[in-house]
Nanobody, 129 residues
Framework: VQLQASGGGLVQAGGSLRVSCVASGKTLSTYHMGWFRQAPGKEREFVAAISRGSVTVYYADSVKGRFTISSDNAKNTVYLQMNSLKPEDTAVYYC???????????????????????WGQGTQVTVSS
């Protein structure tokens, strides 16, 4: 599967932005999907994830209550709606796909970079203060 992230940009603190991840080559519902981000000089970190079939969603504590992950199978797209943005949300945002069919896809697995098999190219989100 190929993943294409888009929708990043520059927004003021307190504003909103929605980033998208379009999958091609395979049906998105085949995968668990995740969003990660990487700020300059920092390691890539988990943001949010949604299980195959959109049964379960997970969030990092830092974005809980502000970000929402969703999936539109008809458009083969996963979204990350980001509200109440803060300067510390500034990063390149990456989407990723996990093809695992093992049971118990919990937060521990969903938040682990090595769990994911495919990665998009990233989209820059910059939040100004």
């Amino acid at each position: 599967v190929q993943l294409q992230a888009s929708g990043g940009g520059l927004v003021q603190a307190g504003g909103s932005l929605r980033v998208s991840c379009v999958a091609s080559g395979k049906t998105l519902s085949t995968y668990h999907m995740g969003w990660f981000r990487q700020a300059p000089g920092k390691e890539r970190e988990f943001v949010a994830a949604i299980s195959r079939g959109s049964v379960t969603v997970y969030y990092a504590d830092s974005v809980k209550g502000r970000f929402t992950i969703s999936s539109d199978n008809a458009k083969n797209t996963v979204y990350l709606q980001m509200n109440s943005l803060k300067p510390e949300d500034t990063a390149v945002y990456y989407c990723a796909a996990d093809r695992s069919v093992l049971p118990n896809w919990d937060l521990g697995r969903a938040s682990r970079l090595a769990e994911y098999d495919y990665w998009g190219q990233g989209t820059q989100v910059t939040v100004s203060s």
